[in-house]
T-cell receptor, first 116, second 115 residues
Framework: DAGVIQSPRHEVTEMGQEVTLRCKPI?????LFWYRQTMMRGLELLIY????????DSGMPEDRFSAKMPNASFSTLKIQPSEPRDSAVYFC??????????????FGQGTRLTVV | AQKVTQAQTEISVVEKEDVTLDCVYE???????LFWYKQPPSGELVFLIR??????QNEISGRYSWNFQKSTSSFNFTITASQVVDSAVYFC????????????FGTGTSLTVIP
């Protein structure tokens, strides 16, 4: 398996523009997580899905952030409009926990977002 | 309240020294899972180990070992005979069975191994 695939790897955009980050989880995994990593705040969970259904989005910082998972093999995280403080590395992770055994999550390579 | 605390922000050791990274967690669940991840300078997050709350048996894997103690809510990670390639940020994480299975990460410990 190719692992969790995120695109783009790097994104530089101007303040006010819409940004869409994409994630393809590992096939068969039933959980998908979106994290944001910054020096100041570390790894923050933004939202996670179980079987394509959003379970907890309490970590989404503002209404400017939205996430979707239209099917089991694709998710997007959208920021509209983007602001310089959104600059961070965004990670997507997936997990196979159909057996409820607390398995590990596997992370993508991350998308480094810079908003200027 | 922090569910996972990694009190050591940065550690530097000289190559071949042993080093222990501390992790203290907080949970009311009786079923939970603990993890260690490594983030090398290249930035990816690499899974190292998983432990469930019913398995306190310590584990050794090559130069790595893990000490899980429920009595002190700790899940410490030791690298024996450290190498420069061990330089990375190490994250401890907790997943609670009764809390929707989300992951709670600590703030990470940055380890630098000096040649």
């Amino acid at each position: 398996d190719a692992g969790v695939i995120q695109s783009p790897r790097h994104e530089v955009t101007e303040m006010g523009q819409e940004v869409t980050l994409r994630c393809k989880p590992i096939s068969g995994h039933d959980y998908l997580f979106w994290y944001r990593q910054t020096m100041m705040r570390g790894l923050e969970l933004l939202i996670y899905f179980n079987n394509n259904v959003p379970i907890d989005d309490s970590g989404m910082p503002e209404d400017r952030f939205s996430a979707k998972m239209p099917n089991a093999s694709f998710s997007t995280l959208k920021i509209q409009p983007s602001e310089p403080r959104d600059s961070a590395v965004y990670f997507c992770a997936s997990r196979d926990d159909r057996g409820g055994e607390g398995h590990e999550a596997f992370f993508g390579q991350g998308t480094r977002l810079t908003v200027v | 309240a922090q569910k996972v605390t990694q009190a050591q922000t940065e550690i530097s050791v000289v190559e071949k020294e042993d080093v222990t990274l501390d992790c203290v967690y907080e949970t009311r669940d009786t079923t939970y899972y603990l993890f260690w991840y490594k983030q090398p300078p290249s930035g990816e997050l690499v899974f190292l180990i998983r432990r469930n709350s019913f398995d306190e048996q310590n584990e050794i894997s090559g130069r790595y070992s893990w000490n899980f103690q429920k009595s002190t809510s700790s899940f410490n990670f030791t690298i024996t005979a450290s190498q420069v390639v061990d330089s990375a940020v190490y994250f401890c994480a907790l997943s609670e069975h009764g809390r929707g299975n989300q992951f709670y990460f600590g703030t990470g410990t940055s380890l630098t191994v000096i040649p």
